[in-house]
């Protein structure tokens, strides 16, 4: 085999390897804490915090990793209603018409309005560098 073909081939499994644990890996547990649904796994704890009834703010805090806070969005508003559902396979975190669901194996996160999906994590959360990105920095895929 040419060595062209021989580190393509080391390149791309290298790059699947590095895909395959791009996630906030395995789902523990979970509580709701006023406005926010706090999901704990082996990474970390997942919080997604209700802002108002159209938004929600999501800290991935992995263990051992400094996070810094959230200056995106400015006005809380504290009288939210919301509701939870579980499945098996997923929690479902609602404010009016908002949904953010949580899928426990491996932990991602999409978000749903009106039952169509608006955004999705393609492969869950990433923490340092990952093959494909152009500036090496941590990034999640939404």
């Given at each position: 085999m040419p060595d062209?073909?021989?580190i393509f081939l080391l390149g791309a499994a290298l790059f699947a390897a590095s895909a395959a644990v791009a996630d906030f890996g395995q789902y523990r547990s979970h509580t709701v804490n006023g406005q926010s649904?706090?999901?704990s796994s082996d990474r970390g704890e997942l919080r997604i915090t209700a802002v108002d009834d159209a938004a929600f703010e999501v800290h991935y805090l992995e263990t051992g990793v400094k996070q810094?806070?959230?200056f995106a969005i400015g006005i809380r508003t504290t009288?939210?209603?919301?509701a939870l559902s579980e499945s098996d396979e997923t929690l479902a975190f609602m404010v009016d018409g908002l949904t953010a669901i949580v899928?426990?194996?491996p932990v991602s996160v999409s978000f749903v309005r009106d039952g169509?999906?608006?955004v999705a994590e393609e492969s869950g959360y990433f923490a340092g560098r990952v093959a494909g990105s152009v500036s090496g920095r941590p990034r999640t895929l939404l």
């Open positions: 062209v073909k021989r649904l706090l999901v810094l806070p959230s009288d939210i209603v919301t899928n426990k194996s169509e999906v608006l």
